[in-house]
């Protein structure tokens, strides 16, 4: 290779290199941009529930990557992907009589039904040494599904419960979850949200 094809592809190179840079920065500003929009509901409905709000953040993430509008497979809305019986749980206890599922698309109200119901979990596995997982794991495939995952040393040890949950996509999900919460509370400690 001559003096000029080298230059020439040290200049390609370089331009792809500035290019991916480029469109990196530009990927996180716009997730970072998504993620502030729904910061005031998200406050809201964790101090009413007492939640955390990172960790509120980090189940809207994983479930609707804070698409408000976003439906999922088994009937579930909005940013915390609320299923009907949940959403209603949640009217009952707020004494709201003319509910209906669909104003789960409204951010507010999504955040309120989803923290709500998140918190009650939080607090069903109070005993455990961590609750956040089984909580975690109740919320993605169910109370039944958690109850058969969490015999043994698993009843009260996270991290046994961990390796007992029989889907790998509710291990995934609950894995992922914790991770990103992990992320936003270092986030939270050095000034960023």
Request: net charge positive.
């Amino acid at each position: 290779m001559n003096y000029n094809e080298a230059v020439k592809w040290r200049r390609i190179i370089l331009f792809l290199i500035l290019f991916l840079v480029a469109g990196t920065a530009g990927y996180w500003w716009r997730e970072e941009q998504l993620e502030q929009r729904f910061i005031p509901q998200i406050r809201v409905a964790a101090q009413r529930y007492g939640v955390d709000p990172m960790l509120v953040k980090a189940v809207v993430w994983r479930e609707s990557r804070f698409q408000p509008n976003r439906r999922g497979h088994a009937r579930e809305i909005g940013l915390m992907q609320i299923q009907e019986t949940a959403a209603q749980e949640w009217a009952d206890a707020e004494h709201l009589p003319a509910f209906a599922h669909e104003l789960c698309f409204d951010p507010a109200t999504n955040a309120l039904a989803g923290t709500f119901y998140l918190s009650k979990l939080l607090k069903r596995y109070a005993q455990t040494d961590n609750p956040l997982p089984y909580a975690l794991a109740d919320y993605n495939a169910g109370r039944g599904n958690v109850v058969k995952w969490n015999t043994g040393a698993a009843a009260t040890n996270s991290s046994a419960f961990i390796e007992q949950i029989g889907f790998p996509g509710t291990k995934s999900y609950v894995k992922s979850v914790m991770r990103r919460y992990a992320l936003y509370r270092w986030l939270a400690r050095v000034g960023w949200n």
